[in-house]
């Protein structure tokens, strides 16, 4: 038998077990939030809000059609050289511009043509990984912002710019650099059409107060999901609003819709933060909406 020394002994603990410390919250455990996004753009979304502790419900109120004839596109890529700017204001325009050049047989090196501006940061990543080097990014990322940054960044009257974007959008783009006397090319190479099908299951959900909050990304998503659910749904005030920046937001408010989450960067990790604040711990949204 081998003694162990006292002071070698293991010593028995009489002190009272720690508690474990109890896990954190997810700020937005229990909320319902509707992604409204079209189904391809939706995952970073529904990924963040789920991480978060949300229930997602996914209903794609609208999805991606590139035009029938996109000869035009065509036509400018092939002179690229004439322009002096091209510029993106959507994720949905580069992807339907890489994807036609792709069939085309074009390489991404055609646009060292010319100088790339994008709306904003999602736009500019989508350039980067397909290869097209983005020089101008405004810091407000709305139409109204990319014209100061042109103007401030190039002298524009005379200049040529080319603005591939969807068949309906707004005119606050070309109209602003026209004014500064730029000649603009607006070539449609994408619209959006209703993907929504029956939705009886979300109406009666929104009008039962069931959904914590829909999200909006788009102007044009807030027209489709108003169409789809129908105008008393929209402004049944059951439900909270979160959207994406100013102009969708007065969208939404012209269907007398009121928006109670509006982020000050206009883009998706800015949507979930805001809606955290808002619909978190402590957060206004504490009470049922």
Same mark, same amino acid.
């Given at each position: 038998?081998?003694?162990?020394?006292?002071?070698?002994?293991?010593?028995?603990?009489?002190?009272?077990?720690?508690?474990?410390?109890?896990?954190?919250?997810?700020?937005?455990?229990?909320?319902?939030?509707?992604?409204?996004?079209?189904?391809?753009?939706?995952?970073?979304?529904?990924?963040?809000?789920?991480?978060? !502790?949300?229930?997602?419900?996914?209903?794609?109120?609208?999805?991606?059609?590139?035009?029938?004839?996109?000869?035009?596109?065509? @036509?400018?890529?092939? !002179?690229?050289?004439?322009?002096?700017?091209?510029?993106?204001?959507?994720?949905?325009?580069?992807?339907?511009?890489?994807?036609?050049?792709?069939?085309? !047989?074009?390489?991404?090196?055609?646009?060292?043509?010319?100088?790339?501006?994008?709306?904003?940061?999602?736009?500019?990543?989508?350039?980067?990984?397909? #290869?097209?080097?983005?020089?101008?990014?405004?810091?407000?990322?709305?139409?109204?912002?990319?014209?100061?940054?042109?103007?401030?960044?190039?002298?524009? @009257?005379?200049?040529?710019?080319?603005?591939?974007?969807?068949?309906?959008?707004?005119?606050?783009?070309? =109209?602003?650099?026209?004014?500064?006397?730029?000649?603009?090319?607006?070539?449609?190479?994408?619209?959006?059409?209703?993907?929504? #099908?029956?939705?009886?299951?979300?109406?009666?959900?929104?009008? =039962?107060?069931?959904?914590?909050?829909?999200?909006?990304?788009?102007?044009?998503?807030?027209?489709?999901?108003?169409?789809?659910?129908?105008?008393?749904?929209?402004?049944?005030?059951?439900? #909270?609003?979160?959207?994406?920046?100013?102009?969708?937001?007065?969208?939404? @408010?012209?269907?007398?819709?009121?928006?109670?989450?509006?982020?000050?960067?206009?883009?998706?990790?800015?949507?979930?933060?805001?809606?955290?604040?808002?619909?978190?711990?402590?957060?206004?949204?504490?009470?049922?909406?």
């Amino acid at each position: 038998m081998v003694l162990v020394p006292e002071r070698l002994q293991p010593r028995m603990s009489h002190s009272p077990p720690q508690p474990v410390p109890a896990r954190p919250v997810p700020p937005l455990r229990g909320r319902r939030i509707v992604v409204t996004r079209a189904r391809e753009q939706a995952g970073e979304l529904v990924r963040a809000l789920e991480e978060l !502790g949300a229930e997602v419900v996914l209903a794609p109120t609208i999805r991606i059609e590139p035009l029938a004839d996109l000869e035009p596109l065509r @036509r400018a890529l092939s !002179g690229l050289a004439d322009y002096r700017w091209t510029v993106f204001t959507s994720q949905n325009t580069v992807h339907v511009v890489l994807e036609r050049m792709s069939v085309w !047989g074009l390489s991404a090196n055609i646009f060292s043509q010319t100088r790339v501006a994008a709306i904003g940061p999602a736009t500019a990543d989508a350039l980067d990984a397909g #290869g097209v080097r983005v020089e101008l990014v405004p810091t407000g990322y709305v139409a109204e912002s990319l014209v100061d940054a042109l103007a401030l960044r190039d002298a524009l @009257r005379g200049a040529r710019i080319l603005i591939p974007r969807a068949a309906t959008a707004r005119d606050a783009l070309p =109209a602003g650099l026209q004014a500064l006397g730029a000649l603009v090319d607006v070539i449609a190479v994408y619209r959006t059409v209703p993907a929504l #099908g029956d939705s009886a299951d979300l109406r009666q959900a929104l009008l =039962a107060g069931q959904l914590d909050v829909v999200t909006f990304t788009a102007s044009s998503i807030v027209d489709h999901f108003v169409t789809a659910v129908g105008v008393d749904a929209a402004r049944s005030g059951r439900f #909270g609003v979160a959207a994406i920046g100013p102009v969708t937001a007065d969208t939404a @408010r012209s269907y007398g819709m009121t928006v109670q989450v509006e982020p000050a960067e206009y883009t998706t990790a800015g949507l979930v933060k805001a809606l955290v604040q808002y619909y978190g711990e402590g957060g206004k949204g504490k009470a049922e909406t």
